[in-house]
């Protein structure tokens, strides 16, 4: 085998790896394998309906990290800040006593 036989080899390897990775990840949580149609059109439709929620999914999640990392840009969380504003002295921790009678 030449060199550039390998490489086409190992390239096409690579692709569908990661194709079988996302018929896997349909199949767990998107529950592809329970697809049973009996005519195949319509097993055609329900895998490309799986395949457009797993789609809408991924953009969903970044649109929602894209809004979490905006609204905390805007409002400082830090540790620092939390124990800078805490005021120790004015508060002070309460013993609980329980009745067990």
């Known amino acids: 085998m030449s060199k550039e036989k390998k490489k086409q080899a190992l390239s096409d390897e ?12 349909g ?3 998107f529950s592809l394998g329970r ?10 439709t329900a895998i490309a309906i799986t395949f457009l929620v797993m789609n809408l999914s991924t953009h969903l999640l970044r649109v929602f990290c894209a ?6 840009q805007n409002r400082p969380f830090l540790a620092i800040d939390i124990i800078e504003r805490y005021d120790f002295a004015g508060h002070r921790q309460q013993k609980l006593i329980f009745d067990l009678a």
């Open 27 to 29: 199949k767990r949580r």
């Open 14 to 25: 690579r692709i569908r790896n990661s194709i079988e990775g996302k018929f896997g990840q």
């Open 67 to 72: 809004f979490l990392c905006l609204f905390f």
């Open 35 to 44: 697809v049973m149609a009996k005519l195949s059109h319509t097993s055609q």
